[in-house]
């Protein structure tokens, strides 16, 4: 069935330092969806791509959806340590929802 | 409130137990979701309701009875649970299905013994 490819699976990274994450998948799709993770609580939306191209930033966050639209990757500048959480890309279809395995970053001070 | 509230948080029952979850969104949206939430697997959807019309359950155990009784609420009944089941079952909320955001809540941490 359809998946979505994730990686890295997890990062240890200094403080300030930028990030860089990505999600691809053999299937195209129309929508890309990243969400951040904190433990013990649901996912919370970052930011919502549904243009081939499209590159959209969300504070210190920038997400671009792949011209091939099989891929998209997020990247999160200067980070700091309430970055620390589990990012996940997902997408949407009439009924179809299909998450990622998530990247779970840390954060070093 | 706001947003999407799961109650309870956490719950443990016994295999031969009945609970039930709760859903509630005050977004105004029409479309209500659950998923399952194991460690180290991707979200798993289990029903999908728009309009408190079911529209896609996907190969759910019979275990699992949802019930959307208006567009802002959400159950989900649990009744003769493995231990398997044990997982973060999240609730999500969007305008409407297909190619819109998700807006989930906290969860429900559940744990069958």
């Known amino acids: 069935g359809q998946q979505l490819n994730q990686s890295p699976q997890s990062m240890f990274i200094q403080e300030g330092e930028d990030v860089s994450m990505n999600c691809t998948s053999s299937?195209?799709?129309?929508?890309w969806l990243w969400y951040k993770q904190d433990p013990g609580e649901g996912p919370v939306l970052l930011i919502a791509?549904?243009?081939?191209?499209e590159l959209t930033s969300n504070g210190r966050l920038t997400a671009q959806f792949g011209i091939t639209r099989k891929d998209s990757f997020l990247n999160i500048s200067a980070s700091i340590p309430s970055d620390v959480g589990i990012y996940f890309c997902?997408?949407?279809?009439?009924?179809?929802?299909?998450f990622g395995t998530g990247t779970r970053l840390k954060v070093l001070a | 409130e706001t947003g999407v509230t799961q109650t309870p948080r956490h719950l443990v029952m016994g295999m031969t137990n009945k609970k039930s979850l709760k859903c509630e969104q005050h977004?105004?949206?029409?479309?209500m979701y659950w998923y399952k939430q194991s460690a180290k697997k991707p979200l798993e959807l289990m029903f999908v309701?728009?309009?408190?019309?079911?529209?896609e359950n996907n190969s759910v155990p019979s275990r699992f009875s949802p019930e959307c009784p208006n567009s802002s609420h959400l159950f989900l009944h649990l009744h003769t649970l493995q231990p398997e089941d044990s997982a973060l079952y999240l609730c999500?909320?969007?305008?409407?299905?297909?190619?819109?955001?998700?807006?989930f809540g906290p969860g429900t941490r559940l744990t069958v013994t």
């Open positions: 977004l105004g949206h029409n479309a």
């Open positions: 997902g997408t949407s279809g009439t009924y179809k929802y299909i």
């Open positions: 999500a909320s969007s305008q409407e299905t297909g190619l819109y955001e998700q807006y």
């Open positions: 309701y728009s309009l408190e019309e079911r529209v």
């Open positions: 299937s195209i799709f129309n929508t």
């Open positions: 791509l549904y243009k081939a191209g």
